[in-house]
């Protein structure tokens, strides 16, 4: 039985790792995960059932029966539409308190596993080449300046929309990018790191198309037979 080949794509928020991991994806036929919605689903989820995002037996419960389908590029919890949902840095906070806890962890891992389907899966998040997927053969770890990324972030919000009297200050998505990726980095199970056999994209100087260019790059040495 031949395995599925895995491509691991971790790195800070906004680096730019789910764009371009779904990219890569697509480029070559392959399956997509995206494991922070699964943790920010966790987050929405337990708030809803009213579970203390630091009662760790009562989120990784949550966690282990978690209600999501995954329709097309829609994202439900329980038949809701959630995908905008879920994206607000206020959920991202919470997903990066409930990822903090390792029965959370463990409950979602098979979960993950179960996307390694043929011909091969994109997995982009923040321990996918450490933890999920520590056998990928193309491990990636996509970073860029916090002041990129807050950049980034900022005109996503003025891009879908909102209001300029309701948008925060750059330097306050800054701020909270910066504390995510400190309580991220400093946590005590998988922990946001590079890994000693991944490549370093530093996409601070690139735009979308070379940030995937840069990774195929990469697939295309590491795994010759699936790019031409
Ligand atoms: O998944 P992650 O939080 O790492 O980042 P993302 O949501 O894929 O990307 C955040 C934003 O940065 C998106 O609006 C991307 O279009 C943008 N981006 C960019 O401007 N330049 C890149 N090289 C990569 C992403
Ligand atoms: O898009 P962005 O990078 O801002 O966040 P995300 O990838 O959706 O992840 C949200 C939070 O979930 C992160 O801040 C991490 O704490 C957590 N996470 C994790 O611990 N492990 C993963 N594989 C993916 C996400």
């Known amino acids: ?17 789910g764009t371009v991991a779904q ?44 209600p999501a389908e995954f329709p097309g590029d829609r994202i439900l919890l329980a038949g809701d539409d959630v995908t905008e949902a879920i994206r607000a840095e206020e959920i991202g906070v919470g997903a990066s308190k409930v990822a903090a806890l390792p029965a959370v962890r463990t409950a979602l891992l098979e979960r993950q596993r179960a996307y390694r389907r043929l011909p091969g899966l994109v997995a982009d998040g923040r321990d996918m ?25 900022h005109k996503q919000l003025i891009g879908k929309g909102m209001p300029a009297n309701m948008r925060p ?13 400190a309580r991220d980095a400093a946590r005590s199970v998988a922990p946001l790191k590079q890994e000693e056999d991944a490549e370093l994209v530093d996409t601070t100087p690139l735009g979308i198309d070379e940030a995937v260019a840069a990774v195929l790059d990469i697939v295309r040495r590491k795994l010759p037979q699936v790019v031409s």
């Open 129 to 153: 080449g450490s933890v999920v997927f520590p056998e990928a053969p193309v491990k990636v770890f996509l970073t860029a300046s916090a002041e990129a990324r807050a950049e980034r972030r």
């Open 169 to 181: 200050l750059l330097q306050d998505i800054l701020q909270e990018l910066r504390e995510r990726d």
């Open 23 to 66: 990219r890569v994806a697509e480029t070559l036929g392959f399956h997509f995960l995206d494991s922070g919605a699964l943790y920010r689903l966790t987050a929405l989820a337990a708030l809803r059932a009213g579970v203390a995002l630091d009662d760790e037996t009562g989120v990784a419960a949550v966690a282990a029966t978690l």
């Open 1 to 17: 039985r031949i395995a599925a080949p895995v491509i691991a794509i971790d790195g800070p928020s906004a680096s730019g790792k």
